[in-house]
């Protein structure tokens, strides 16, 4: 019962951060003037294809104008410009909602649609390829990696993993993207340099995905790598912590064996902690997939949000922020259920 | 009869940044079916290295470990330890954990900790070890639901309580408990030692009760072993021991606790707890002793035969008893 | 703790003076480019192609020569001639002396001339080159713009922009090489087949299959001119010999030299670090303290926020609203401080709870002292160390947002920084290139920079970490 509780609650509080997010969205682009900036101009455009079609029956220059004007003032009640921005606000908001936020400028998807929603839904499953793999690495490989050094506190292996952690705290992942594409794919060629398909991409089933997954072995190489020192050095410190506490004494007493006291008295209890730390790598992830995919040119939503900032297509941005928001209140409510499932002392009751 | 528990020359020694800590540094008693035996120290006298040592729990950075401990006649010291883990822990000799430390995993259910021990060997089934369990639980005066609990609901009286059905689960005929009341207020302390005091007589317990705590000690034990700086000192019948102590520390002991309806205000030991690492030379006691004279710096006391069965390690009962 | 026990247990560490030691470098570096450089270096020079313009376009530092790769120096030859000698012919203005190697031919030649002054008659300037083998060839000819109509002399050209020409490239130039090489080779050659290998034909003798074997030695241009009046004038040449290396730090593909734009990126990387720091922990630590300290509504209200605030992600946010508001240095600064006050608020108030029902505050309280003054006088001074050390660990966070930002192209054109560098190599695929010299430095600067607060934070864990203090 408290558990259903906490969660409701905290499933409260991430809704409010989606709604606050949308307010932000849509009330800076109504405030700054930008939304009727780009109103008018959607206007002017359409005005200037009317106008050649009118110009071709009206041939008198004054009534010309006059259609033109009467046109011009129906398409701005039509979007709304007629009134103050904030009346456009509800309608905006649930435009953001639904994403149906009309037509990229420049943008396409692959299959040439401009509709905002198509470009970005093909992108989706892309990034989380990437990111899904690059989380799971990391996570296995941080809490073994964690959990040894954490029985050999003070060893060579464990000071330098401390060091090495420290020092990956300070690169940028999209850099070291880069450095990887300089020495693996430039210099040694061994990997591509970008893209997820070789060009041409090859043909039958196998060797596609050959192909997939040698174009993505650099990109996820990438977010592992800076994910993991952290990662690493956060699991080998709760463990450490929790090994020291009294129970864990006390569960030896009891007769039971070291492979379950690790589990269950050691990582069981670990494990909320270790979870709160594992948001942080989140965070990272997110940052971390629009930068990466921008360097290996990875066609996911971290790319479209970088080409979309490049040709200025303010659909696709205004969507992509809404989106990231979306998966990272998403991801931070399931870890909430994670949490919550495990430590039972956070509970309402 | 054998001894349920028989300890001859246990010894102890640390390795820490000061040297050498001996914490305990060779003792020697043994613990009869039904006998309660009172283990009385300061803070820092190695009376909890003393309980460790006994379930084979001690750190990593222990130096010296030796001597023998008997459980029914076996030594238990000189087993390999998965044997030890398997056979002999909790199910022949058990420990009742301080309650001021946290001794329950925060998130398993109170319940399965004390379950688990019986579940280990897979000789039981669930259904029954859960049984067994809630009637323990009950034994120990609380309610049965308290096996669905979370730790952190319970009072620290109910966990008291659950620490004690939870070594005594696999009915171990020994029974080590350390400071079990001190962090438990004095209403709460007086039901644990009626509980305590119950099972001694209804289970033939044989029982380590450790404690700085003199007068706690006497209203349950048999028997008083006085703890000074890795060593017992004095060790007699209790009421030998309380009401004529042999030994000069004993002696303010008692002396330091406030009666309730007396004049003498009650007297503090002068002094601190000696540093295990670099004890006294002689009688460890010798700085804070107010009757300490010649030899009493310079040579250990051997224990010297005070009553029957009571002894004390004092220069001063060379020539026999006060 | 006093500021002088900070400073020791800082000292104490290894990675304590390792971080010390880089923070002063960094310092250093940055007050000497602020005191030498321009206020609007980022405007009218990082960003202002004509300042570069005789500088070789994506070349490696000149340093690289010396390691065995096979390059040219740039070579940048001026001078300052001064009134002109009128004689009637071609009088000589200056002369420049090039040493060619022979390696490679320069990768590119251009002329230029500034403030020249003739009273009546337009000057004619003329370029001859003398070379190794005893052969001369006439480059280039230009005469200087006449009167326009209206105006009336003494004439000025070239006087607020130079006059410059890429003799490299010049088709003029390449008729007069062509010509050459007819005389004095008897090379049947259209100046088209010429066209940019003017420099290789200049600089060698021609063999077969229309190569040049590369003629080394010691070159002479000299710059004549054929002027009128005595009081005419030519204030400045310039003859640029293009390498393929130059500067220490190599150029861009705008020809920017590259150690001056890193140069510029270190105090501004500091800049953005501390302040964004300094701003969100004052105001994180004086929410923090407050909530923890007053606790009920206030305590509620401020948690909520900082809820919320955790559960933005800050990149998606940070892009839209600096593409919605402008890309400006200090909106990226201000809301880098916006989101990064809840996690100070979050950390202190715990801090303030523990120490809340200690006994210092109980009885200073009994002492009759106003909830305010506990609150800054006797709370925060507990809680410095601490909030020190936080602030220091929170630096790198802003200058790696910051660097991420400008390589996703939102970065402010005015300020240039390592982020933005780092974002131009990208975009002209230097990476793909493999021109390393303009890729590496700008990163290994920001992890330089974020690495410094990193042992900084390392180096003050005693002080958090009371424990640790004995331990070594």
């Known amino acids: ?93 649930r435009r953001v909602l639904t994403l149906d936020l009309g037509e990229a400028r420049t943008l396409r998807s692959a299959s040439g649609s401009a509709r905002v929603s198509d470009i970005i839904l093909e992108r989706i499953p892309r990034t989380l390829v990437l990111v899904t793999t690059a989380t799971i690495i990391t996570a296995v490989l941080g809490l073994w990696l964690g959990v040894k050094l954490a029985t050999r506190v003070g060893s060579r292996l464990d000071r330098l993993v401390s060091y090495l952690s420290a020092v990956s705290y300070a690169v940028p992942a999209w850099w070291m993207g880069i450095l990887l594409i300089l020495v693996l794919a430039f210099y040694m060629r061994v990997f591509p340099s970008g893209g997820m398909f070789s060009a041409p991409p090859p043909v039958g089933g196998l060797r596609r995905a050959l192909d997939f997954a040698w174009h993505a072995l650099l990109p996820v190489i990438t977010l592992v790598l800076v994910t993991l020192g952290a990662w690493v050095y956060v699991v080998r410190t709760m463990v450490l912590n929790t090994a020291q506490e009294f129970f864990v004494t006390v569960a030896r007493a009891k007769g039971l064996p070291e492979g379950t006291v690790m589990r269950r008295y050691i990582l069981r209890v670990a494990a909320p902690p270790i979870l709160t730390n594992l948001v942080l790598a989140l965070t990272g992830s997110i940052g971390g997939a629009i930068l990466t995919e921008t360097v290996f040119n990875w066609p996911g939503m971290g790319r479209l949000y970088y080409d979309a900032i490049r040709s200025a297509d303010e659909g696709v941005i205004i969507a992509l922020t809404f989106l990231f928001t979306l998966l990272y209140v998403g991801a931070r409510f399931l870890l909430e259920v994670f949490y919550v499932t495990l430590d039972p002392r956070v509970r309402y009751s | 009869m054998t001894a349920r528990l028989r300890v001859e020359d246990l010894v102890v020694h640390y390795r820490s940044e000061r040297g050498l800590v001996r914490a305990v540094d060779g003792v020697s008693f043994s613990l009869e079916a039904g006998e309660a035996l009172g283990l009385v120290g300061e803070s820092g006298s190695g009376k909890s290295s003393l309980a460790l040592a006994l379930l084979r729990l001690l750190p990593s950075n222990v130096g010296a470990f030796g001597g023998q401990v008997y459980l029914d006649g076996e030594d238990v010291l000189s087993l390999e330890m998965a044997e030890f883990r398997r056979r002999v822990r909790w199910r022949h000799i058990a420990m009742v954990f301080q309650g001021a430390l946290e001794a329950f995993n925060p998130v398993l259910k109170v319940g399965r900790q004390v379950v688990e021990p019986l579940l280990q060997d897979g000789a039981i089934s669930h259904k029954e070890a859960e049984t067994r369990a809630r009637a323990r639980l009950v034994e120990l ?16 009286g109910m966990k008291q ?162 | 703790m006093r500021p002088k026990d900070v400073w020791r247990v800082l000292w104490g560490s290894g990675t304590g003076k390792a971080g010390v030691v880089f923070l002063g470098v960094l310092v250093a570096v940055s007050l000497f480019v602020l005191f030498t450089y321009p206020r609007d270096f980022g405007l009218h020079r990082w960003n202002n192609p004509a300042y570069w313009a005789d500088n070789p376009k994506s070349a490696p530092p000149a340093w690289t020569r010396l390691l065995g790769a096979k390059g040219v ?250 593409f919605i508001l402008g890309q400006r240095l200090w909106l990226v600064v201000a809301i880098l401080a916006f989101f990064g006050w809840p996690g100070l608020t979050i950390v202190t108030r715990s801090m303030v709870l523990q120490i809340r029902g200690g006994q210092l505050v109980e009885s200073t309280r009994s002492l009759g002292a106003s909830k305010w003054r506990i609150m800054f006088r006797h709370i925060l001074f507990q809680i410095a160390p601490f909030v020190l050390a936080q602030m220091i660990f929170f630096t790198p966070a802003a200058i790696l947002a910051e660097a991420g930002l400008s390589f996703l192209g939102l970065g402010d054109v005015s300020i240039p920084t390592w982020g933005q560098i780092l974002e131009q190599g990208f975009q002209t695929g230097a990476v793909y290139l493999g021109y390393w010299w303009w890729v590496l430095p700008p990163g290994l600067l920001i992890v330089a920079t974020a690495l410094t607060f990193v042992l900084l934070t390392l180096g003050l864990e005693p002080v958090v970490n009371p424990r640790l203090r004995s331990v070594r």
């Open chain 1, 1 to 93: 019962m408290s558990l259903a509780l906490t969660l409701a609650l905290r499933g409260l509080t991430l809704l409010g951060v989606l709604l606050a997010v949308l307010a932000l969205v849509v009330v800076s682009l109504g405030a700054t003037g930008f939304s009727d900036r780009v109103l008018n101009a959607v206007i002017r455009e359409q005005l200037r294809t009317e106008r050649e079609v009118l110009a071709r029956t009206i041939r008198d220059p004054d009534q010309l104008e006059q259609v033109v004007a009467v046109r011009k003032q129906t398409l701005e009640r039509q979007h709304g410009l007629d009134r103050p921005w904030y009346y456009r606000l509800p309608d905006a908001a």
């Open chain 2, 141 to 156: 005066g609380l309610a049965a639901d308290v096996y669905d609990r979370y730790p952190h609901e319970l009072s620290g």
């Open chain 3, 73 to 322: 120096p740039h070579r940048l030859l001026e001078a300052a001639p001064g009134p002109v000698a009128v004689t009637g012919q071609e009088a000589t203005l200056t002369t420049f002396s090039y040493e060619y190697s022979g390696v490679r031919p320069p990768t590119f030649i251009s002329f230029g001339l500034g403030e020249v002054r003739y009273r009546e008659l337009p000057l004619v300037i003329t370029v001859v080159v003398d070379r190794p083998d005893g052969r001369s060839a006439l480059l280039y000819r230009h005469i200087v713009p006449g009167p326009r109509p209206g105006e009336t002399g003494p004439y000025t050209r070239y006087a607020e922009t130079s006059f410059r020409a890429l003799l490299s490239e010049d088709p003029a130039v390449a008729d007069n090489v062509a010509s050459f090489m007819r005389q004095e080779f008897g090379l049947e050659v259209t100046p088209q087949r010429l066209r940019g290998r003017q420099a290789a034909a200049l600089f060698g003798t021609p063999e077969e299959g229309s190569e040049f074997q590369p003629l080394p030695g010691g070159y002479t241009f000299s710059v004549r001119v054929l002027a009128q009046d005595a009081g005419d004038s030519v204030g400045q040449v310039k003859l640029v010999l293009g390498g393929s290396t130059h500067g220490l730090m190599g150029t861009d593909a705008m020809g920017r030299d590259l150690a001056s734009g890193l140069l510029f990126g270190f105090p501004v990387a500091l800049a953005i670090g501390i302040i964004t720091a300094l701003v969100s922990t004052v105001i994180g630590t004086f929410l923090g303290i407050v909530s923890g300290y007053t606790g009920g509504r206030t305590d509620t209200l401020i948690q909520r926020s900082c809820d919320v605030l955790n559960n933005i992600p800050l990149l998606p946010i940070l892009i839209f609203l600096i």
């Open chain 2, 161 to 322: 309580r659950a620490l004690i059905a939870m070594a005594l689960i696999m009915d171990p005929p020994v029974l080590v408990l350390d400071e079990p009341t001190s962090a438990l207020d004095v209403s709460v302390q007086a039901q644990i030692m009626d509980i305590l005091k119950g099972l001694k007589a209804s289970r033939g317990l044989a029982t380590l009760f450790i404690t700085h705590d003199i007068a706690l000690a006497s209203d349950l034990c048999d028997t008083i072993a006085v703890m000074y700086a890795g060593e017992l000192a004095e060790y007699g019948p209790a009421d030998e021991v309380l009401l004529s102590p042999q030994l000069p520390y004993t002696e303010l002991l008692l002396a330091s606790i406030p009666r309730l309806r007396s004049d003498t205000p009650p007297e503090f030991i002068r002094g601190a707890p000696p540093d295990l690492a670099h004890p006294p030379s002689g009688c460890r006691f010798h700085p804070r002793c107010p009757y300490a004279f010649e030899p009493c710096p310079v040579k250990v006391p051997p224990p010297f035969v005070v009553g029957k069965g009571h002894y004390a390690r004092c220069w001063l009962r060379e020539k026999g008893p006060r």
